[in-house]
């Protein structure tokens, strides 16, 4: 069953499972973020890692090389050609155990070539999301902080898990950071 924006609000409200939380879509001069019909629409801090590969490094996802992202911090991240970004989430989730949450980016930057990749916020996860973000194009792309930049789909299953991701520790469990790849 897929939660409705009543039944989120009562999620958040007995888990707190989304903070800040913005009861209504904002939409004014800003790509837009808060409850939807059918989910959220989180937004991006301006904390980034930026791609580069000035380094020459390896993506390897057991011995991630710090050397492949430049830091910059602002209201507007220039996402290189066929490169990517990271982000984290302004909000901080708290995911109960009988809800799974599915993110999909959103249409403005799907317009745009500019995709978003999250993977699903597991039951009893908790944290600030990080979120990687394409440029598919042959061009810069800008993305903005603050703003919308992916919905998530709040699923329900009333018997719950039978482990969720804090039973097995999970290593993303309660994030602070943007957090790098790790084992």
Known sequence: ????????????????M???FSAKQV??????????????????????KIFTNAMNAVVDPKNFDRRSFVDFRGKVCVIPPNSFVLAKSVEYFRIPREILGVCLG??????CGIIVNVTP????????????ISNTTPLPARIYSREGICQVIFLKNEQGCEVSYADR???????????????
Do not use: C
């Open 106 to 111: 959103k249409s403005t930057y799907a317009r």
């Open 18 to 20: 989304i903070e800040p």
């Open 27 to 48: 939409r004014k001069n800003v790509i837009s973020f808060g409850l939807s019909s059918f989910g959220y629409d989180f937004r991006i801090d301006d904390e980034f």
């Open 169 to 183: 520790k999970g290593k993303y469990h309660k994030q602070k950071k943007l957090t790098l790849p790790k084992i």
């Open 121 to 132: 916020l597991e039951p009893e996860w908790e944290g600030y999301i990080t979120v990687e």
């Open 1 to 16: 069953m897929i939660l409705s924006d009543r039944e989120i609000k009562q999620y958040v409200k007995k888990y707190k």
